[in-house]
């Protein structure tokens, strides 16, 4: 069946390049600083992951941002001449500015072409969680939903991609301003590994610690065990690592012994997330519940009234 839409993706889902190199879909790079100069996230073509975590452990701090505007308008406009209907899977406002300048240069490309069927939809996640999603949109798309239906669809979707990821520290996240200086100054306080996830309002969120890298492992398949869906969901599940592939392999290994009929993708944790985690960082993500169902009552009750 031929696909009834095409896609813009960007590179903060930190997918290989060649799952991205096909027809119908747009990629968006962000972008990094470091002391020799600004550089593009071009999902390693320029720089490989163990050179790029190599700079930060020998002293680099990298700055980061999102995708250029202009490189944004270009997508957009490309997609609005050619007449396709195209819906861009954005990495989460929480932690970007790039969904509201993407949403503004849509609204502008939309005053020269108003019949022009474009689509943007905040994933509220990124790195490994956002892979995962991607994968299954494209899935979706080459089964033949149309634009509209893969908006719904992943409006809906974002809440059932299940998370976490472990880091050697905080330090990063918090200069970056990715979390508060509390959850950081707890996470040193406890001298341990944190496991964070995403929220469903698409911020960061400590979720455990672990005594050592290898209980922090553990703790992750237990997380697994514990939330995947085992009534017909996708068998996909994503391991990333920044420059640790023997954390990936072993945390691959404790979920083979969980279940055997699961398929493994092993990424790298791209350079624009990559500045924010630093080297170390091992995530792993696959289909489970709905998060929404972890929500307090009240949040619950807050995000009734935001949807009307």
Sequence with gaps: MAAQCNLIIDSCCDLPLSMLQIEGVDTLNFNYVMSDGDHEDDFYQSITPHEFYEKIRNGEMPSTSQASPAAIEAAWRRAAENGIPTVYLCFSSGLSSNYSTAAALLAQVKEEFPDAPLYLVDLMIGSTPEGLLVLEALRQRDSGLSAEELVEWAEQARYFVQTAFMVDDLDALHRGGRIPASVAAAGSALNVKPLLTFDTSGHLALTGAARGRKKGLKQMADFFA????????????????????????????????????????????????????????????????DRRENMSVADRIAAKIKRG
Excluded: Y
């Design 226 to 289: 514990k939330e995947h869906d085992t009534q017909g969901g996708s068998p996909v599940v994503l391991i990333g690592n920044a420059d640790c592939p023997k954390d990936a392999e072993a945390l691959r290994d404790l979920l083979a012994k969980q279940d055997e009929s699961i398929t493994v993708v092993q990424h790298n944790i791209g350079a624009t997330i990559g500045s924010h985690v630093g080297p170390g960082m091992v995530s792993i993500s696959f289909w489970g519940g």
